[in-house]
C-alpha cells in the first residue's frame, strides 16, 4: 500500500475519530453556537425595536419642538404688533398733547398781544394828545394846557377808529 492509501486500522481509528467529533460537535458545540446565535439575533432585533422606538420618540419631540416653535413665533408676531399699535398710540397721544400745548400757547400769545396793544395804543393816545396839544400850542402861540383833555381829542380818535374800521373791512 502507498503511503496516500491508508491501510483498514487507520481508516477505522479515523472514522471512528470523525464520528466522535462529529457527535461532540452536534451534540455540544452547535447547540451552544446556536445559542450565542440566537442571542445575538434577540440582541439585534431587540436594538432595532428599541432604536425604532427612540426613533418615533424623536419624532414626537421634534414635532412638539416645531410646535413651540411656531407658538412662539406667533407670541413674538403678536407681541410685536401690540407693541406697534402701542407706539403708535402714544405717539397720537404725545402728538394730541403737544397740538393742545401749543393751541393754549397760542391762545395766550393772542391774549397777551392784545392787551399790549390796549395798554400801548392807551398809553399813544394819551402822549399823541399831549403832543397835538403841544404842537397845537406852538402853533398858535399859546399853551392849550385845557384842551387835551377835551371832547376835541375824543372825537379825533373816534373818528380815526371808525375810519380804520371801515377801511380794515
Known amino acids: ?8 486500522a487507520q481508516t477505522i481509528v479515523g472514522v471512528v475519530t470523525f464520528a466522535v467529533v462529529f457527535l461532540c460537535m452536534t451534540k455540544v458545540l452547535l447547540p451552544r453556537i ?21 426613533a418615533t420618540e424623536a419624532g414626537e ?3 412638539a419642538y416645531r410646535e ?9 408676531a403678536r407681541l410685536r404688533q401690540e407693541a406697534s399699535e402701542q407706539g403708535a ?27 399790549d396793544r390796549v395798554i400801548a395804543e392807551t398809553e399813544l393816545r394819551g402822549d399823541i394828545a399831549s403832543l397835538a ?3 397845537a400850542g406852538r402853533v398858535v402861540g399859546e399853551p392849550l394846557e385845557g384842551v387835551a ?21
Do not use: C, Y
Open 61 to 63: 419631540v421634534l414635532a
Open 133 to 135: 396839544t403841544e404842537l
Open 89 to 115: 398710540q402714544l405717539i397720537a397721544e404725545i402728538r394730541a398733547e403737544g397740538l393742545r400745548e401749543r393751541e393754549a400757547m397760542i391762545v395766550e400769545a393772542q391774549a397777551r398781544l392784545a392787551a
Open 34 to 54: 446556536n445559542k450565542v446565535l440566537d442571542e445575538r439575533k434577540d440582541a439585534i432585533e431587540g436594538q432595532v425595536e428599541r432604536a425604532e422606538q427612540l
Open 68 to 76: 413651540e416653535l411656531a407658538e412662539a413665533r406667533h407670541e413674538a
Open 149 to 169: 383833555d377835551s371832547e376835541i381829542v375824543d372825537r379825533f380818535f373816534s373818528d380815526l377808529d371808525a375810519r380804520s374800521s371801515a377801511g380794515l373791512h
Open 1 to 8: 500500500m502507498g503511503i496516500l492509501i491508508p491501510g483498514s
